[in-house]
Antibody, heavy 125, light 110 residues
Framework: EMQLVESGGGLVKPGGSLRLSCAAS????????MNWVRQAPGKGLEWVSS????????YYADSVRGRFTISRDNTKNSLYLQMNSLRAEDTAIYYC??????????????????WGQGTLVTVSS | QSVLTQPPSVSETPGQRVIISCSGS????????VNWYQEVPGTAPKLLIY???QRPSGVPDRFSGSKSGTSASLAISGLQSGDEADYYC???????????FGGGTKLTVL
């Protein structure tokens, strides 16, 4: 069974850092583009970042570019999000998500088909 | 203010059909496919439609999507109480070089 399990969330002060992880199982991880999507409390969905299957192509939302870094380790079937210079507005549930289709470009295949349970990041003093 | 515009809420009675609209521009919906998600509060979102009109396996054919120009729509027929949820559209945007979501539409089944 396909599974995505996020970890690493928690309470951090403004300006602080956190590293989120997403452990994948039940599918061929290195065949799929992966994504981070977040949802602030009471708000809608916001795309954060995407990474292609071989890490060749990486994209960020303007709101996090320069502060967040997405990466993956295909040998460990894991996706990461390094978050630096955190702000109050980064407070959200962070989901990792896999595309429905394998072997396609990030700009063509951005359907978030499988989601983890999410990990809560709270930025507050 | 979301890049893609959806009505904040729609409502309809059980058994009826409802359409949720999603309006964008030439740099997103006008140039790329649209995906639709269903989110029940407290649970992870679920992909309903990808490539504007394709259903992933397991999604009932009561859900259908279409796109024309810079707008897209999600139709839900045979409404059920279990369809009460928030619905989001999404597309790639060439100007922002990333995925943009609509603000979400809350569906109420009366």
């Amino acid at each position: 069974e396909m599974q995505l399990v996020e970890s690493g969330g928690g309470l951090v002060k403004p300006g602080g850092s956190l590293r989120l992880s997403c452990a994948a199982s039940g599918f061929t991880f290195n065949s799929y583009n992966m994504n981070w999507v977040r949802q602030a409390p009471g708000k809608g969905l916001e795309w954060v970042s995407s990474i292609s299957s071989t890490s060749t192509y990486i994209y960020y939302a303007d709101s996090v570019r320069g502060r967040f870094t997405i990466s993956r380790d295909n040998t460990k079937n894991s996706l990461y999000l390094q978050m630096n210079s955190l702000r109050a507005e980064d407070t959200a549930i962070y989901y990792c998500a896999r595309t429905y289709r394998a072997y396609c470009s990030v700009t063509s295949c951005y359907e978030h088909a499988s989601w983890g349970q999410g990990t809560l990041v709270t930025v507050s003093s | 203010q979301s890049v893609l515009t959806q009505p904040p809420s729609v409502s309809e009675t059980p058994g009826q059909r409802v359409i949720i609209s999603c309006s964008g521009s030439g740099s997103n919906i006008g140039s790329h496919v649209v995906n639709w998600y269903q989110e029940v509060p407290g649970t992870a979102p679920k992909l309903l439609i990808y490539d504007s009109n394709q259903r992933p396996s397991g999604v009932p054919d009561r859900f259908s999507g279409s796109k024309s120009g810079t707008s897209a729509s999600l139709a839900i027929s045979g409404l059920q109480s279990g369809d009460e949820a928030d619905y989001y559209c999404a597309a790639w945007d060439d100007v922002l070089n990333g995925v943009v979501f609509g603000g979400g539409t809350k569906l109420t089944v009366l």
